[in-house]
Nanobody, 122 residues
Framework: QVQLVESGGGLVQTGGSLRLSCVASSVAFKNYNMYWFRQAPGKEREFVAA????????IYADSVKGRFTISRDNAKNTLYLQMDSLKPEDTAVYYC???????????????WGQGTQVTVSS
């Protein structure tokens, strides 16, 4: 089972930027489709972005399209999420996830990180 550890969360003002990282414990990282999800207080976990094994295929939630960029470095077993033009509604715990199937729901995932808090102040 792969272990995923996120970092890079924090407090930022509206319009600011953050870069999240997720390091995987397994060299099999390159074989996994990778995902970012987020969960705000009182809300269900929602899809943010997905990236295929070699990075050729990407998909974003409409709410973050044009502001967030997902990327990966398979040599470092690391997934990234560059978040620009942040809004208060982006405030949530952000989770890194790995899956063998391609999709935009938690059912596509078999491993989750512990999450990192992102707070955007207005």
């Amino acid at each position: 089972q792969v272990q995923l550890v996120e970092s890079g969360g924090g407090l930022v003002q509206t319009g600011g930027s953050l870069r999240l990282s997720c390091v995987a414990s397994s060299v099999a990282f390159k074989n996994y489709n990778m995902y970012w999800f987020r969960q705000a207080p009182g809300k269900e976990r929602e899809f943010v972005a997905a990236l295929s094994t070699l990075g050729y295929r990407q998909i974003y939630a409409d709410s973050v399209k044009g502001r967030f960029t997902i990327s990966r470095d398979n040599a470092k077993n690391t997934l990234y999420l560059q978040m620009d033009s942040l809004k208060p509604e982006d405030t949530a715990v952000y989770y890194c996830a790995a899956g063998m199937t391609w999709g935009t729901t938690p059912s596509a995932v078999f491993a989750w990180g512990q999450g990192t808090q992102v707070t955007v102040s207005s």
